[in-house]
């Protein structure tokens, strides 16, 4: 084996050379098809979490259901919707962000479940409507278990996203197919490489806004 | 749904070495090869990591740097600097894979039953590895397992990506059907999938229903 695992000089060619699979528009899609699940799994994961804590009549329901979405193979989502959606970015967003309310809708329930009663009561006893209390005092105090969820389903977007270079939209996962193509390691060592920075930079960015979202966790443990 | 005609009414779909059946038994195969090597090595790991709490936080920290690695890169790098004379370089990744969540399941599983209970244990004159085996690992049950059903159902799904290298099972459906724009065959091959994971799944809530105690059950 002549070939070097890593061709230094390739990565600074094609780095930003303005054609399609230059690395830096590669992971600009890789960023914009990984994160925007993860955006759209929060936003329709608060009200529907939010619906199955009020009503736990729904909640049994709800997780079947999305135990079997989990269940399900993204490269055979992906390849269903692509009669639907066509080559789109859309076609590979869709399943992941059915991936993201899997993880985050549990996530929001268990984060308005680690609610004490006493602290819901006391807020009552002090005059705070329903809507008050929710945005004032519980969210706040489910955040860490919702964000938990949130940086679970943001690790696994950023790895999955890679799956759609099957379909031909695949961010950073050209580069494995392109590899592939060519027998040649250098792309491939490159696309992982950056898909697990990519996470890492995810996840201490999102342990960061809990410290910022959480300043009263930071206070207690330094009393 | 035509499409889904064509593929499942197609009688040439149901034999020979493209045949369903075939694929099928390639796919199921190769998943319970690597689900059960992933299986051998997080288990006894997790059980130990979680029992006497030695390396627990390497374990967690490198478990969750291994979620990040895209699947389809390893598997192409690993079968590019192997080769693809057997399936064992494509076991591999999806063995890489597995271990994880199994490994942090039983981890946690173990690391998380109630204290009294592990001295109870104790006090009724059980020894280390009595305790783990009779009060510990049954509690921890429930969570050991359903690590057990992710590591199996991310398995399944991976192989699927695996017939991009060349490798037989259900994703050759797929994948060939995406190169060839045959697409009865891609919708076709994506819905035996999902059938065969569901079926994981549902395997997997029965298993739950077998060996957990109902004590524990009821608790959860």
Redesign the interface.
Same mark, same amino acid.
């Given at each position: 084996m002549d070939e070097p695992l890593v061709r230094w000089d390739w990565i600074a060619r094609n780095w930003d050379n303005g054609s399609p699979l230059a690395i830096r528009t590669l992971l600009e899609n890789h960023v914009v098809m990984a994160f925007v699940p993860v955006v759209l799994g929060l936003v329709l994961a608060l009200p529907l979490g939010l619906a199955c804590a009020r009503w736990r009549l729904l909640y049994q329901p709800v997780t079947g259901v999305m135990n079997i979405v989990y269940a399900m193979p993204s490269l055979a989502l992906f390849s269903i919707l692509l009669s639907v959606t066509g080559l789109t970015q859309t076609t590979v967003i869709i399943p992941l962000t059915l991936f993201s309310l899997a993880v985050l809708i549990p996530a929001v329930v268990d984060g308005m479940t680690s609610v004490p009663d006493h602290v819901r009561q006391s807020a009552t006893a002090m005059g705070f409507r329903p809507l008050r209390r929710l945005v004032l005092v519980e969210l706040p105090i489910a955040t860490p278990v919702v964000l938990a969820g949130v940086r679970v389903a943001t690790v696994a977007s950023i790895s999955l996203v890679s799956v759609g270079a099957l379909i031909g939209q695949g961010g950073l996962g050209a580069l494995f197919t392109d590899g592939w193509q060519r027998q040649f390691y250098t792309p491939i060592v490159v696309g992982i490489a950056l898909i697990v920075l990519l996470a890492v930079f995810a996840d201490l960015l999102l342990i960061a806004l809990q410290r910022l979202l959480t300043p009263w966790s930071r206070a207690r443990r330094s009393a | 749904m035509n499409?889904l005609i064509d593929f499942f009414g197609n009688p040439d779909n149901w034999s020979g070495p493209d045949g369903i059946p075939v694929r099928l038994l390639q796919h199921v195969e190769f998943s319970v090869l690597a689900f059960l090597i992933a299986a051998l090595i997080a288990l006894p790991l997790g059980l130990w990591v979680g029992h006497t709490g030695r390396g627990a936080v390497l374990v967690v920290l490198s478990a969750? %740097?291994a979620? %990040?690695?895209? #699947?389809? $890169? +390893?598997l192409?790098?690993v079968v +590019?600097?192997i080769g693809v004379g057997t399936i064992w370089p494509v076991l591999i990744p999806l063995v890489a894979l597995a271990i994880p969540p199994i490994l942090v399941n039983t981890y946690e599983g173990v690391r998380g039953v109630d204290r009294d209970l592990r001295d109870a244990a104790y006090g009724m004159g059980l020894r280390g590895r009595q305790v783990l085996f009779r009060a510990l690992v049954p509690v921890a049950l429930p969570l050991i397992l359903l690590g057990l059903r992710l590591a199996a !159902?991310q398995v399944?799904? #991976?192989a #699927? *990506?695996a017939a991009? &290298?060349g490798l037989g099972g259900l $994703?050759r459906y !797929? !994948?060939d $059907?995406?190169a060839t724009k045959d697409?009865p065959s &891609?919708?076709g $091959? %994506?819905?035996l999938?999902?059938l065969l %994971?569901?079926a *994981?799944?549902f395997g997997f809530a029965l298993l739950n229903r077998v060996v957990v105690s109902p004590g524990v059950r009821q608790v959860r």
């Open positions: - | 499409w969750n %740097a979620r %990040a690695l895209p #699947t389809l $890169g +390893l192409v790098l +590019l600097l !159902i399944v799904a #991976t #699927t *990506v991009y &290298v $994703g !797929i !994948i $059907g995406l697409y &891609v919708f $091959g %994506a819905v999938v999902v %994971a569901l *994981v799944q």
